[in-house]
């Protein structure tokens, strides 16, 4: 059975990763600290660790995706894309008027994971902006620290596994601002894994340094991968934190490592100068609604 590393129990990456096994038996570690969970797995504690990577609202998470290329060094197995729910959660009883509704003047302060709250600006402000916002490591964290400070008017931004998980109410439902607010989470381990659903794509990971005062690097790059028809779904720019103006390029191929063309065109950037690193090569996982956590 494959020991997998996670945020808390109840959080959006625990949910996703129920949605992904599909039944499929495995030992969950969850972890307080992103951090943790990466060097569980990098440690040999468990073979895999669960990382959200990228927002629709928020963009790319850039502390997750700076330790993937900075301080780890632990390939891509899988992704998939899980809807980012959010809800707003404490104790009904705390907050419910005389009528069933609630008086959300009476919460003094939220707790949830940034990215999170981020995703609901547009209800925070209407509903409750007078509200203290405290930023935690995880969401379920936030709704684990609601649940042991019952009175203080405070409330939490989670996901409906992490209420349940935390015996408190959804005191407002899908409260995110928009409805396509999904997010990407990769699966990194040392070695290959089966999942039991059906994969729709194959994606090829690469990170790119450009030589120095080279110019019209980035153009040649992008060129070795045009000319081949080869399909870039991303291409990203973060800092090396080696030099002021130092930058690697993030690249999504959606071709396999193993294709001839893909192949061809490494070695035409590397000819160039640059150093490339294939961060991994896996199959993806779309979201199919009737397969859902409560589905199966």
Not at 140 to 162: D, F, R
Request: hydrophobic content about 40%; charged content about 20%; aromatic content about 8%.
């Amino acid at each position: 059975m494959n020991r997998i590393a996670l945020l808390p129990s109840g959080s959006v990456s625990h949910e996703a990763l129920l949605y992904l096994l599909n039944g499929e038996p495995a030992e969950l570690v969850h972890h307080k600290l992103i951090s943790d969970v990466f060097m569980s797995t990098v440690e040999g504690r468990t073979d895999y660790s669960v990382i959200p990577i990228e927002n629709t609202i928020e963009g790319s998470v850039s502390l997750h995706m700076d330790w993937l290329v900075n301080e780890v060094e632990i390939p891509m197995q899988a992704e998939w894309v899980y809807p980012s729910k959010q809800n707003l959660i404490g104790s009904r009883a705390e907050f419910e008027r005389a009528d069933g509704s609630i008086d959300f003047q009476r919460i003094t302060k939220i707790y949830s994971h940034p990215v999170a709250t981020a995703q609901c600006r547009q209800f925070l402000s209407r509903n409750v902006p007078g509200a203290e916002l405290e930023p935690v490591g995880s969401t379920s964290e936030g709704v684990h620290i609601v649940k042991q400070n019952p009175g203080k008017g405070w409330a939490a931004i989670g996901t409906s596994l992490g209420a349940e998980t935390h015996g408190l109410d959804i005191l407002s439902p899908s409260i995110t601002d928009h409805d396509n607010n999904y997010t990407r989470f990769v699966l990194v381990g040392s070695h290959s894994i089966s999942i039991p659903r059906t994969s729709v794509y194959v994606k090829t990971s690469v990170l790119v340094t450009l030589p120095e005062d080279v110019p019209g690097a980035l153009h040649q790059v992008l060129s070795a991968f045009a000319w081949r028809r080869l399909n870039l779904s991303r291409i990203e720019s973060r800092p090396t934190k080696k030099k002021l103006g130092n930058y690697y390029f993030y690249i999504d191929v959606m071709e396999s490592a193993e294709s001839v063309l893909l192949t061809a065109a490494i070695g035409e950037i590397e000819a160039l100068g640059c150093q490339v690193r294939v961060l991994g090569s896996y199959p993806g996982f779309a979201y199919n609604k009737q397969q859902s956590p409560a589905a199966t």
